[in-house]
């Protein structure tokens, strides 16, 4: 019963370097979404996937690419981090209106 | 774009009493959402509200979607201590499918 799984947990980068969070969802829910946590800021989405092959922005997407070659994954790539990108992210997997989240990657860009 | 103002941002109550807090916008909603987030754990749903004017509980916890669909609270009765977290309201926006806008949150706190 895993739900929404992200990878990895805890990350520290240096600015300028790339990585891939990673997010998985076993519910075959169509549409896949990610925020990022900022102290006092809510939660923000980034980018949104409504199916394979469909992805979207969404309101903070500067600095991140997504894809979504299947229905169970959806990687979110930092292409070059800047500290700017300090953050708590979230994936969550979405039926009807009820987003379920996994439990969050928290990056720290030095 | 579409944004929620949630409030208090912070509360620090003992535990037996009641807690309301709630979420206020300026766009119409069709959907209003209460999540919690314990520490170290994304957000939990709470509860979810379709239509305006209705009331939801779910076992202390009772929510309801504003009859002008532009706000929302959220009560809790007889807190206890594991209620502490961060508590979510958040809005199904009128743009793409499923995207959701949230507020900043509520912070909890219970003296026991």
């Known amino acids: 019963n895993a739900g929404v799984t992200q990878t990895p947990k805890f990350q520290v980068l240096k600015t300028g370097q790339s990585m891939t969070l990673q997010c998985a969802q076993d519910?075959?829910?169509?549409?896949m979404s990610w925020y990022r946590q900022d102290p006092g800021m809510g939660l923000r989405l980034i980018h949104y996937?409504?199916?394979?092959?469909?992805?979207d922005q969404g309101e903070v997407p500067n600095g991140y690419n997504v894809s979504r070659s299947t229905t169970e994954d959806f990687p979110l790539r930092l292409l070059s981090a800047a500290p700017s990108q300090t953050s708590v992210y979230f994936c969550?997997?979405?039926?009807?209106?009820?987003?379920?989240f996994g439990q969050g990657t928290r990056l720290t860009v030095v | 774009g579409q944004q929620l103002n949630q409030s208090p941002q912070s509360m620090f109550i003992q535990e037996g009493e009641d807690v309301s807090m709630n979420c206020t916008s300026s766009?119409?909603?069709?959907?209003w959402l209460w999540y919690k987030q314990d520490p170290g754990e994304g957000p939990v749903l709470l509860i979810a509200?379709?239509?305006?004017?209705e009331l939801t509980s779910n076992g202390r916890l009772t929510a309801q979607f504003g009859i002008t669909r532009k706000d929302s609270f959220l009560n809790i009765s007889a807190s206890i201590p594991s209620d502490v977290g961060i508590y979510f309201c958040?809005?199904?926006?009128?743009?793409?499918?499923?995207?959701?806008?949230f507020g900043k949150g509520t912070k909890l706190s219970v003296k026991p």
């Open positions: 969550a997997s979405s039926y009807g209106h009820r987003a379920f």
């Open positions: 519910m075959n829910h169509e549409y």
């Open positions: 996937s409504v199916g394979a092959g469909i992805t």
């Open positions: 766009s119409i909603f069709n959907t």
């Open positions: 509200l379709y239509k305006a004017g």
């Open positions: 958040a809005g199904r926006g009128g743009g793409s499918q499923g995207n959701l806008i």
